[in-house]
């Protein structure tokens, strides 16, 4: 058993492996501004209220310390990530990300945010990579955006933060953004949002809209709509990473299969057709896991066994959630050195053609 201690940590690969974290996020200090716009406007969505409501306007010390450092693509997050032990981050906008915002606002923040980022994994390139953002309420301009931030800042990914005013990737009018990442290489990350709200309702009352519960839910639900769809029959090269230990989909492999299975041998619903392969089969060749937020070890090993050791990376979640703790429990995992090095680094470097 590993006894490394929090103020042992550090980057360099002693371990015999290095730490790249896959979704890490960040904000454009413009960005701010524009969402409290919305927030003081007539009918905020309740989700984005709840979230970014409360990260911009509370006082605690966890939102100051996230706030803080969101805004930040030097310093601060260069000593966090030494302090942490943490070799590389993959960095992407944080959720809603421009999905929250006006069309012209949302274009217009996702070049301002590709241009931040690409303009700070220049200066630090062997500390940064990032994602490139984009504005998916403007499909085709979306996918231009795409194309110029993996072109001129070399991207390694697609955010998108999950539903767009409660649309989702498995409609027609986003297979732009889908046909650009397919053409490109690029995985598409799919980050979690509050629930739209349509569904947000019952999580809301009792505080369960968010990280806890809500994000997984929904964002989990939008892989399951790329998947029964067909959109992935279409699009079979496309690569999708979902964080969070795969909003739970590896747990669920089983049932889907077999309530999948059911369902279309039923025609029960008219929208619910064949598809090519089962659900786990997808899961297993276009899906990627990260374990963004959950550092337990039970789960980690489960989706290794049932997805792929080649299939799941290593994540913090940072600023939202990044004890040094949690890093030292995953160095202490109890798996052979070659799986743990392609969880931490090997993986990250194949996926995102670091």
Known sequence: MNEQTP?????????????????????PPEMMPLYRDVLDGPDPDPGFKSLMGFYIRSQSPRARFIFERLQDLGALRLADMDARGIDKQVIALTSPGTQVLPTDKAVALAVLANDQLGEACRRHPDRFAGMAACAPQDPEGAAREIERAVSKYGMRAVIINSHTNGE???HPKFSPILEAAQALDVPIY????????????????????????????????????LITSG?????????????????????????????????????????????QKRPSDYLRENFYITNSGVAWEPAIKFTQEVIGVERVLYAMDYPYQCPPEEVVALDAMRMPLEHKKKFFQTNAERVFKL
């Not at 042992?8 to 904000?27: D, S, V």
């Not at 809301?204 to 839910?217: M, P, Y």
């Not at 089983?254 to 619910?272: I, N, P, Q, T, W």
């Open 168 to 170: 989702y990737l498995d």
């Open 231 to 275: 959109t992935l029959d279409r699009f079979p090269k496309l690569r999708v990473i979902l964080g969070h230990m795969g909003e739970a989909l590896p747990f669920w492999m089983y049932r889907l299969d077999f309530m999948h299975k059911a369902g279309v041998g039923a025609a029960r619903y008219e929208c619910m057709k064949p598809t």
């Open 7 to 27: 103020a042992a940590l550090k980057p360099g690969g002693e371990q015999g492996y290095l730490r790249i974290a896959t979704e890490e996020a960040f904000a």
């Open 190 to 225: 799919i980050h979690p949002n509050t629930p739209p709200r349509s569904m947000i309702g019952p999580m809301l009352e009792k505080g369960l809209d968010g990280a806890i519960f809500g994000f997984g839910v929904e964002t989990g639900m939008h892989a399951l709509r």
